[in-house]
């Protein structure tokens, strides 16, 4: 397996903290830390204003990479909502990352999921000399 997927959508957040850059950069910095992950890059994040005359209202986008892969964050503040990614090539504590992010955004209600991405990925070297070995039987059976 390449690793795991932790996506967190989190329904009637608090609106100041899903407006606020400075608490979107905080969680960004805090959690690769606590979930013992490495920051190969300073959070990136973006504050889009949206069209306030349509469901458009805006809210911001930003992201951190991490040597494991990536943490995402897209708030939508007139609906009260966010969307939390967190993707690793590793092992982490889901739970503690699933309660880190809660703690931090007050939601009243989230959707909680947790994909095992890549589970054909050859992570050793052994294995992945397996998995091309069975391939190229196969394209020489098929030939």
């Not at 397996?1 to 960004?28: E, Q, R, W």
């Amino acid at each position: 397996m390449f690793g795991p997927h932790l996506t967190l959508d989190l329904y009637s957040c608090n609106k100041k903290k899903l407006a606020d850059k400075n608490f979107i950069l905080k969680v960004l910095e805090e959690l690769p830390d606590l979930i013992e992950m490495r920051k190969i890059s300073e959070p990136q994040i973006l504050e889009y204003p949206g069209n306030p005359n349509s469901f458009d209202a805006g809210g911001i986008s930003a992201f951190i990479l991490i040597a494991e892969s990536h943490i995402s964050i897209h708030t939508f503040v007139k609906q009260a909502f966010a969307s939390v990614d967190v993707f690793s090539c590793k092992d982490f504590d889901v739970k503690k990352a699933e309660d880190y992010i809660i703690k931090s955004f007050e939601p009243k209600k989230v959707e909680r999921h947790l994909i095992n991405r890549g589970i054909e990925f050859p992570k050793e070297v052994e294995k992945a000399k397996e998995v091309v070995l069975k391939a190229r039987k196969k394209m020489a059976i098929s030939s």
